[in-house]
């Protein structure tokens, strides 16, 4: 039985009355099990929760089009827990706004095209062209409060303006917004699609890509001030119909997407020529900075076997010069070049050179064109484990037994390891409460660790076990646990006496074991990131020279104490030798890496100097995960990167290092003061902080912005 609306309306409104009077307690539902951290509405009191409902939940329960051309889609607007939501904000606190595509995918094709259209014209070439768009003008019936049914101004016609094909397979899409701002709760968004045949039958929708695959990176996919969240509902627009007047750039997902995240290593962005859509309100939108966090020879990245997606192998059974084209993007196949010097006209021989997978790496094949070298199949591979550390006291020189081995389980020699790209070192740091600035000996220049090479004096079997003594003692007045990290990588020839023949290298898993110096209970590094979660972005995250690849192994080196000044001298661009020593203290380094952008914005720069003097500016990373507003750099997600709620502030560990070496940092500044000042840039925020730090006490963040207070950094960070 339907309750009617005026006495559901009516009723929803006394319960709130009675709730806010306080004269009795209604519902009084548990706030934390409906919303997370992230959400405003988690921290909300429950009297504002019971009568604001927050959230918005738009769901498509039908739609037909009439012989005539008619579209009409019945849909309805609730709350996550299915409360019926008024569209006009009267009869349930904010108003929802709402819009309406409608698409088809013509016989013989494999993409949407929009049934309302808009010209743009160009006022930089006077060019017009229709895009894609949303319907305007139409009609809207209330079925009940929560159930609407929305008539299309727009008709249903075929491409070139003939009569609709019910026969074919349609998607109606809608997207929309609840404000509720009055009542600190942010703007809600949502939107959904429903696919039919009108005639009757099975729908054939395209399903290449799904939402899930980029909200591994974006951490909620939102754009165009954040009502479209879905892969689904974007390609009704982006498609081939959809053409930038004002460059002459395709914004068809197939196109748009892959140059989108090849950004600056698309070949024509190399030669000289940016890449860029103009467009609402002249708006350019330059992606020929993006650094894509993985590498795009990854096509599962996006085409993820985890989604599910019907046509998730499109990319290796239906090659095609549209898509390939987009990142190889000055290949001309016209004229062939760039193409072996071969023409194609069409799609159709595609598939007969680039299969799926050959017999060779970097063939022609779709998986043999993407192989990556430093992870070539063909590699022996290196295993490291470590087994053992002996004599590891205060005073003594510690002694490590580890293994190193190839994929088959034979033991690989120090000799191996030695010459060329081959590489294996042994990384000691201590105490685990807070690594920095624990002394080695005068002849170690880096502060807070010792880096040595057991190649070639280790003691190894046949099997692969070997021992190394460190010439380093730990310091006499050692205490607690310190750790010892294993690192290596070697040298490869790819398809050695071929033409494409080519050198590489690979890395092992790194290791690191922890050991007590005192007799006290061993006590591992706190763990404050996942590598894990880095994986899902950047899928490998491995950095100098495919050496280190886990955090607990970068942390050892990336501490308080360290910064770049040993290599400052040699700096390969001479403007890098006048700028103070930058930390790459690893709470304020990756901050500010990801950061990236918005340091340029503020008149910042972030430029670390490394081996051999390389410059490395990391002022223009756009970061991925997406603000509510559909805009890229929101750092304030820090779950992202964060677990076992490492990015609440606790009461300051009495052991926690200065990180004396930030990049507007004063000596007395401790370890949240790094982190935090890493992305709030603002002079001001560095003047709270330090107006917040005593330089014989140190930091008082915790009073503040630990869990539970006022200012609870999870809670400021919420809804952002």
Known sequence: MRMGNSVLAAGRWALAVVAIAGSVVLMRADKKTEFTPRDKAFYADATTINFVRPGLTITIKSAKIAADGTIS??????????????????????????????????K????????????????????????????????TQTVAVGEYIYTFKT????QGGGAFDPTATHRVGVYGSRNLTEFDLGTNYDDSTFDFVPAGGTPAPRDVVRTAACNKCHDQLAAHGGSRRSVELCIMCHQPQTVDPDTGNSVGMKV???????????????????YQIIGHNQDVSDWSTVNYPSDPRRCESCHDPATKAAQQNN??????????????????FATGA?????????DNQCAGCHIPQGELEFDASIKGAHTLPTQSANAPGINLEILKVDNGVAGKAPTVTFTVKDNSGAGISMATLTGGSNRLALVMAGPTSDYGYTSFGADVKTPGYVSENPVPT??????????????????AAAKGTFAIGIEGRRGITLLPGTTIQQTSEYGAINKVSYFSVDGTPVQPRRQVVDVAKCDTCHTYLSLHGENRNQIEMCVLCHNPSENDISVRPVATVAADKALPPQSVNFALMIHKIHTGEQLTAAGQNYTIVGFGGSHNDFSDVRYPTMSDAGTTGDTAKCDMCHVNNSETVFPIDKNA????????????????????????????????????????????????????TDFDVVKEHAGK
């Not at 070439?125 to 305007?136: E, F, I, P, W």
């Not at 008709?155 to 075929?158: D, R, S, T």
């Not at 748009?256 to 190399?270: A, E, R």
């Not at 990319?315 to 001309?332: F, K, V």
């Open 458 to 475: 280790a003691k190894c079997s046949g099997d692969g076990t070997c021992t190394y003594t460190f010439t380093h003692s730990l310091p």
């Open 155 to 158: 008709k249903a016609a075929a």
């Open 108 to 139: 013989g094709q494999t993409q949407y095209w929009s049934f309302a259209t808009r010209p743009q014209t160009s006022p930089i070439t006077k060019v017009t062209a229709n895009q894609a768009g949303t319907d305007s003008g139409g009609t």
């Open 256 to 274: 748009f997407i892959h140059k989108l995240h090849m950004g600056s290593q698309l070949p024509s962005v190399k030669a000289g020529t940016p």
């Open 73 to 106: 889609v019945d849909y309805t607007l609730t709350d996550p827990k299915g409360l019926p939501l008024d569209l006009a904000g009267v009869q349930t606190p904010g108003a929802v706004s709402v819009s309406f595509v409608a698409a088809y995918i013509p």
């Open 338 to 346: 760039n193409h072996l010097n071969l023409p194609q006209v069409d």
């Open 315 to 332: 990319y290796l059974t239906n090659p095609n010069r549209e898509a390939c084209g987009s990142c190889h993007d000055t290949t001309n």
């Open 657 to 708: 290092v200065a990180d004396t070496q930030g990049l507007m940092a004063p000596a007395s500044t401790l370890a949240t003061t790094s982190a935090c000042t890493a992305c709030h840039i603002t002079k001001a925020a560095m003047s709270h902080a330090v107006s917040q730090t005593d330089p014989k006490f140190g930091e008082s963040c915790d009073i503040c912005h630990a869990a539970g």
